[in-house]
């Protein structure tokens, strides 16, 4: 059996038989380490050997002046990364949606420029990321990361072209409309182990754990194969 794949989680366990995309946050490394470049890389480097690299809605309101120039030599300079977020928008906080949706489009530029997918955390503004997404576009895989919804909900987004990822607490009549091949798992920042997400899933969908696990896996690999250097 394949490796399990945890696409999207802010803890990073090293065990052997998983791959965890591990989150971070730009806007709080350049906090943390002051805007030294070489800091930040550093830190990056060292979480992880997948890195997802983004700014998060709720620190849309905060960050630097030149955010765009530092986090794309970032990705630049550290190998490890392997998709932009989490980004994306969200109504429940009370930053300006205006500059939620600058950030957000900010990393969306960033991320066609270096062929890394989008995993995207989107909270009561669909609306607005399926408007978005029909302005700009885009043709990197874009992953909604611990997507709840409902079925109606889960099929819009795939019909804009769009990839689900399910957590500990998914939505089991969603399941059935989503296709393997558009399907992602996540533990997120939840104590609950990957087995068990994907445990809960393949009983949802009524197949076998080893081809669910081959399958996102494969997915992966593609993904890791097709990721678009930059130029040196």
Known sequence: MSPFVDIHTHQHHGTADIKEVVCLDFSQLHTTYSGDFNAICKAVIESGPYIALGIHPWNAGSVPPDFTEVMRSVVQRCPNIMSIGEAGLDKTHSIDMGK?????????????????PMVIHCVKAFNELLRIRKQLSPKQRWIIHGFRGKAQQAEQLLRAGMDLSLGERFNPETIHVVPLERLWLETDMSDTPLMSVYSAVSKAMGIHLELLADEIHQRFSDLLSKSIAYPS
């Open 100 to 116: 939620e949706e600058a950030v957000f489009v900010s990393q969306i530029e960033l991320s066609e420029e270096s062929g890394l």
